[in-house]
């Protein structure tokens, strides 16, 4: 199965327990299913180790559906100030004099980093555009984008992109044979 880095999750439900409360992480714990749970803390969850995608997927589904609209805002706005976290202090001044295009050309390398599975290649980049795909990952969680989506669309807005769009054409958890990831934003 599919998974994903330790301190991605850990980013998150660090969100949840900061903003929500401990109680928050306790009741979306509880009402994962007992594989998820198992998936997800059969065992001491460690930055650098592996997390279920699926089940970490999920928790953000279900902490979005307890805590937020169900609309999937929260996914994309927690996941959005990840990105401002792990581009903060000293980084940010090497970041800031990044452009969109160089943001995209490390997205495979951001790939390789937080998942252990699926291949991401940039298919093309023109203007204020570009698409990506993600193939090899048959088990990719359902809604998994909108973590990606707001991660990435916080980076591009972070180096200067405006008006940042996204949609999710093709998808390897509706059947399709890649994910397809395009970004629209004003230059
Ligand atoms: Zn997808």
Redesign the pocket.
């Known amino acids: 199965m599919a998974n994903a880095k330790g301190t991605a999750f850990l980013a998150f439900q660090s969100l949840v327990i900061k903003k929500i409360g401990a109680a928050a992480d306790e009741k979306i714990k509880s009402q994962l299913s007992a594989d998820d749970q198992k998936l997800l803390f059969g065992k001491p969850i460690l930055p650098i180790g592996w997390v279920d995608y699926g089940a970490y997927t999920r928790y953000m589904l279900l902490a979005d559906k307890l805590f937020g609209k169900g609309d999937k805002q929260m996914i994309l706005d927690y996941n959005s100030e990840i990105a401002r976290m792990d581009t903060k202090g000293i980084y940010r001044i090497f970041f800031l004099v990044l452009t969109p295009k160089a943001i995209f050309g490390k997205a495979a390398q951001l790939w390789a980093r937080y998942y252990d599975s699926g291949k991401l290649s940039m298919e093309s980049i023109a203007g204020s555009h570009c698409e990506l795909r993600v193939v090899d990952m048959p088990d ?1 969680p359902v809604h ?2 909108f973590a990606n989506f707001g991660y990435m669309a916080e980076v591009l807005r972070l180096v200067g992109a405006k008006n940042v769009r996204t949609i ?1 054409p093709n ?3 509706r059947g399709d044979k890649f ?1 397809r990831f395009d970004y629209y934003w004003d230059a």
Do not use: D, K, Y
Request: with cysteine; glycine share 0%; proline share 0%.
């Open positions: 990719i998994h984008e999710h998808c390897m958890a994910c």
